[in-house]
């Protein structure tokens, strides 16, 4: 048997919040809040219940390119274009960590059409068993453990 998604284009929910757009999201179901990070390093803590913002603050000096919310620790972690790591409490949104964990930027084999592909960063972010998988350019996967 195969299953097959299709994917339209529907505004679900408009909120404010970012200039530039957001580049990256991530969802807390316990209080319904929805993460997400913009071009210029802020994070807009978007209330769906009440559709409207609940917080703004500046997380990174450069894009956003990857969220994560764990809800088990009440963290929220957020990679950057710049290859930076950051934990922040999540119901203060004060900064508890921060790491280099990535390459700033590099340049990647020559794509299809010969053009050098250029990624930077930290690309993903995923959680499990109180450990922090992150991707980027250098093709490596990193793991901290965090203490809190």
């Given at each position: 048997m195969n299953t097959y998604f299709i994917c339209s284009l529907i505004t679900y929910l408009a909120l404010p919040g970012h200039e530039s757009g957001a580049y990256a999201i991530t969802y807390e179901p316990n209080n319904q809040l929805?993460?997400?990070?913009g071009k210029h390093g802020e994070?807009?803590?978007?209330?769906?219940r009440q559709r409207t913002t609940a917080h703004t603050f500046?997380?990174?000096?450069?894009?956003?390119r990857s969220i994560a919310i764990d809800t088990e620790n009440k963290a929220l972690?957020?990679?950057?274009?710049?290859g930076e790591l950051k934990i922040w409490d999540v119901s203060t949104y004060k900064l508890r960590q921060s790491f280099d964990i990535q390459p700033?930027?590099?340049?990647?084999?020559?794509?299809?059409?010969?053009?050098?592909?250029?990624?930077?960063g930290v690309t993903q972010i995923q959680i499990m068993n109180n450990d922090i998988y992150t991707s980027g350019p250098n093709g490596?996967?990193?793991?901290r453990r965090f203490v809190l």
């Open positions: 929805l993460f997400s990070g994070i807009v803590v978007s209330d769906l500046a997380a990174h000096h450069s894009r956003i972690i957020t990679g950057s274009i710049d700033r930027n590099r340049f990647l084999a020559p794509s299809f059409n010969r053009i050098p592909l250029k990624a930077f490596i996967v990193k793991c």
